[in-house]
């Protein structure tokens, strides 16, 4: 390998040109070639930039713009246009000492952050909702979603209303925010990092360690797996298929390419963090964790405690926390649920003349709702609490993309949480006492019962599926589609031979689908096993390692690098 393998030739003023033409089928990924040829060349002047501040500084923010404009084209125009007004829209309202103009100022940020992020994601979805309902011929719009805008409007908005409640002072210099906002390891898919964790860390001195470094590399090489060989392999091989004609499919196909996208959007999106996470750290910038093993969870309140958390934390931050929280009821706390079971009893009398069914459902459901709060102790703390939390799921849902089956997602997981708050309420879960002091045989009487395990278990299973069978209106391209998966997967009967065939037949997809769930269900203690031996591996040895990695992706790559799932919100 020479050294202009990583540094392309130059002959011509077009091979400079070249360097910045935006290919949108070809996209900068962290997964690709590409990206790490051009990744070690940067790391190695960053390097030589460590001890400098400001020349530091600047050199990433321009590669950082370079990334973006590598994965989105001429948008990354419209990220320094949000990032100048949010920039300018803190320094007044930092100094300011109005109210009023204070609001003023934080609610100009936040109409116009989110006025790009309406636009781009949900103006077609508006024209076909009028259409639909009041036999309108609007044309759609040809809209491309900037990559990453929902990341970096939600980070925006978070320090400009941080600074707001004063909770933060705002970044020293224009350079300084922008850098928080461009910082290409999460400007794409997250981590969602908050202003007040990441600007100090811009401050203080550079230091990289080595166990940041080994750290970094374990994470990427991780990610690496399984977001490019687990994630994509099934993907491509099993689960797009499936997904895209599920009646063309047997029962137990549907029921796989189900339990394979779990797999995948999982292995997809915390893969990237991963990735993310670990390239921050090879620059000595710590970011915060995105996964915790969230298919480990014991109920559906765990599991938001695990999966997507910087989401999880911003919406209970910024949204939840807004319109009420567990302390009062607002116009829009209200709104948002009223609105949806009114919709969705709509919908079950509009389909009353064929079937009773969708009118039994959506009745249910509200019905349910309902009793979520009517069965409390405390009726109406629960019922603002309740409200809130189905009104930040559904908003959650509708953040993913503008359609019914994202709406029916949220729903779903709002739903979920508040039948477990009642659950609770009725069967509070028993805390073993954790007193340093107490004695061996008291530990050994709170020690679990094989009855306590089972129902472990069982929760662990029970909310499992419930996971699963939201992501089917998660991944399906409509609702349609989604019933169709449904209704396929209820007709599953046993039959082994059968199962075998299929099973044979896409042998390397259940390969890797056991080795995914596996490594996922491995115990945390092992994780750190492998860590601690991989910290112990000599330089050259992890490089190696890494290089088998990238090898790995390659040799199983049935197509090109694949965009990353969330790169699509």
């Not at 400001?54 to 590598?70: E, K, W």
Request: glycine share 6%.
């Amino acid at each position: 390998m020479q050294f202009t393998d990583f540094v392309p030739q130059i002959s011509s003023w077009q091979d400079v040109l070249d360097w910045f033409a935006y290919n949108p089928k070809e996209p900068l990924l962290f997964n690709s070639a590409r990206f790490l040829r051009m990744f070690v060349v940067f790391y190695g002047m960053y390097l030589l930039l460590r001890n400098t501040f400001r020349l530091r500084i600047f050199y990433v923010i321009c590669f950082s713009l370079y990334f973006y404009q590598q994965s989105s084209g001429f948008y990354f125009l419209l990220l320094l246009f949000t990032t100048s007004l949010d920039y300018t829209l803190s320094y007044f309202l930092y100094r300011e000492t109005d109210t009023f103009r204070r609001k003023l100022y934080v609610w100009f940020s936040v109409v116009v952050n989110l006025s790009f992020l309406f636009y781009f994601k949900y103006t077609n979805f508006l024209i076909g909702s009028y259409n639909d309902l009041f036999g309108g011929n609007f044309d759609f719009q040809d809209i491309i979603l900037p990559v990453g805008i929902s990341f970096y409007t939600f980070q925006s908005i978070s320090y400009t209303i941080e600074i707001y409640r004063k909770e933060i002072t705002p970044a020293k210099s224009f350079p300084d925010y922008l850098f928080f906002v461009s910082f290409f390891p999460q400007l794409v898919a997250g981590p969602i990092v908050r202003a007040k964790d990441f600007i100090p860390k811009i401050y203080e001195k550079l230091h990289i360690s080595k166990e940041e470094v080994n750290y970094g590399l374990f994470l990427i090489i991780g990610g690496l797996i399984k977001k490019a060989v687990i994630s994509d392999y099934i993907s491509i091989n099993f689960v797009d298929r499936v997904f895209d004609a599920p009646n063309s499919y047997t029962a137990f196909e549907n029921l796989m390419a189900t339990y394979g996208y779990t797999l995948q959007i999982y292995c997809d999106f915390s893969g990237y963090s991963d990735m993310a996470i670990g390239i921050a750290l090879l620059l000595g910038f710590e970011l915060p964790p995105n996964f915790r093993t969230p298919y480990k969870s014991s109920s559906i309140t765990e599991f938001w405690r695990r999966w997507h958390i910087s989401l999880s934390t911003w919406l209970k931050d910024f949204l939840y926390i807004s319109v009420g929280g567990n302390r009062k009821g607002t116009f829009a706390g209200f709104l948002f649920p009223s609105l949806f079971f009114f919709g969705l009893i709509l919908w079950g009398v509009t389909y009353g003349p064929d079937s009773n069914l969708p009118f039994i459902l959506s009745l249910g459901a509200t019905l349910l709702f309902i009793l979520t709060f009517v069965l409390s102790k405390n009726k109406e703390k629960t019922m603002y609490t309740n409200s809130n939390l189905m009104t930040t799921m559904l908003l959650g849902g509708l953040w993913h993309g503008a359609s019914l089956r994202f709406i029916i997602w949220g729903a779903l997981h709002g739903m979920a949480l508040s039948v477990h708050k009642i659950f609770l309420e009725f069967f509070p879960a028993k805390k073993s006492s954790e007193h340093p002091l107490e004695s061996s045989r008291s530990k050994k009487r709170n020690q679990a019962t094989v009855g306590a395990v089972i129902w472990k278990l069982f929760s662990v299973v029970l909310t499992f599926h419930f996971v699963a069978f939201c992501w089917i209106f998660f991944r399906a391209k409509d609702f349609t589609t989604a019933l169709d998966v449904i209704n396929n997967i209820a007709k599953v009967t046993f039959e082994p031979e059968k199962w075998q065939t299929i099973v044979l037949g896409y042998k390397n997809v259940f390969l890797l689908m056991l080795i995914g769930y596996v490594w996922h269900f491995l115990p945390e203690g092992f994780t750190q096993f492998m860590k601690k031996t991989f910290n112990k591996t000599p330089l050259v040895l992890k490089a190696v390692i890494l290089g088998l990695a990238y090898w790995l992706v390659y040799a199983t790559a049935s197509a090109g690098p694949q965009p990353f799932i969330y790169f699509q919100f």
